[in-house]
């Protein structure tokens, strides 16, 4: 998060995805954080996740230490610092920027008053986050778009409010089923063979199939179509993006299809929810 997406602490750069942009992500063992006694102030935004080691974050708020587990998301514009121990730690971090999430900070979903979270299972979040980096970046707007919403989702689950006593209280999936997960989320507007992700897990086909529905409580076809409608409901609450629009970025066939789904989900039209408001 310091220098290594080159972005330094120059003029804001505008994302070319229309709801925003994973800029680069990747992962750094033994690394220091910032510079100490230095205090930054990033164009974008910027997360990184501690999975080894100790460290600290301050600005004007906080003052607290961080450790594996701990979360540090840094907001546009916010002045803080942060930094490992002698030792140094890992960390797997993503830097991105956008109309998504400059929309979730407005209504308050992310805030530079919540910087930190603390307690996340390593295991888990590691892999969550360091998928961002082990993806060859979209090409296309909407794929652009799609993995935007992906990483604010993955924020948004970060939520304190999910926790009990400063650690998340839900247990740790197994590694099959985390990477199941991470994969049907992947490039909503793409069609996907399930047969490939079962064989990227290792499992035959019909044995993944009915282990991830009796973990999971719904068929791999059942999620990945709900992560659809999640995305497309994150659109109508956080953007002005038509209906139409919308059914493109989160891959449903056309408008009608999206409204048809909505409908057997929420019992309201995708406008009829959007003018109900949060």
Same mark, same amino acid.
């Given at each position: ?73 840094? &907001?546009?514009?916010?002045? &803080? ?28 979903? +992310?805030?530079?008053?919540?910087? +930190? ?20 970046? !979209? ?20 939520? !304190? ?15 099959? +089923? ?101």
């Amino acid at each position: 998060m310091d220098d290594r997406a080159g972005q330094g602490d120059g003029p804001p750069r505008m994302p070319s995805g229309r709801l925003g942009e994973v800029l680069v992500a990747g992962r750094i063992s033994g690394g220091s954080g910032l510079p100490v006694a230095t205090t930054r102030r990033h164009p974008t935004w910027g997360l990184t996740f501690v999975t080894a080691g100790t460290g600290h974050y301050r600005d004007a708020r906080h003052d607290e230490p961080l450790g594996a587990g701990s979360l540090v998301v840094v &907001h546009p514009g916010h002045p &803080h610092w942060y930094g490992a121990d002698r030792d140094g730690w890992d960390e797997v971090f993503v830097v991105f920027d956008g109309v998504a999430f400059e929309l979730a900070r407005r209504r308050g979903a +992310l805030s530079p008053d919540r910087p +930190l979270v603390h307690g996340l299972p390593v295991a888990r979040w590691r892999h969550r986050f360091a998928a961002f980096g082990e993806r060859t970046r !979209p090409t296309t707007v909407a794929g652009r778009d799609a993995e935007a919403l992906d990483l604010l989702t993955a924020l948004l689950e970060t939520d !304190p409010a999910a926790t009990v006593g400063g650690a998340h209280s839900a247990p740790e999936r197994p590694d099959w +089923l985390e990477r199941s997960v991470e994969l049907l989320g992947r490039d909503l507007t793409e069609s996907l063979d399930l047969r490939s992700v079962a064989a990227e897990v290792g499992m035959a086909y019909e044995t993944w199939r009915r282990r991830f529905r009796s973990e999971a409580g719904t068929s791999p076809y059942a999620h990945r179509a709900g992560r659809r409608l999640d995305a497309a409901t994150d659109l109508l609450v956080h953007t002005g993006l038509g209906v139409r629009d919308i059914a493109a970025a989160t891959g449903f066939s056309d408008e009608r299809h999206l409204i048809r789904r909505f409908r057997e989900h929420t019992g309201m039209t995708p406008r009829a929810f959007r003018d109900a408001g949060p």
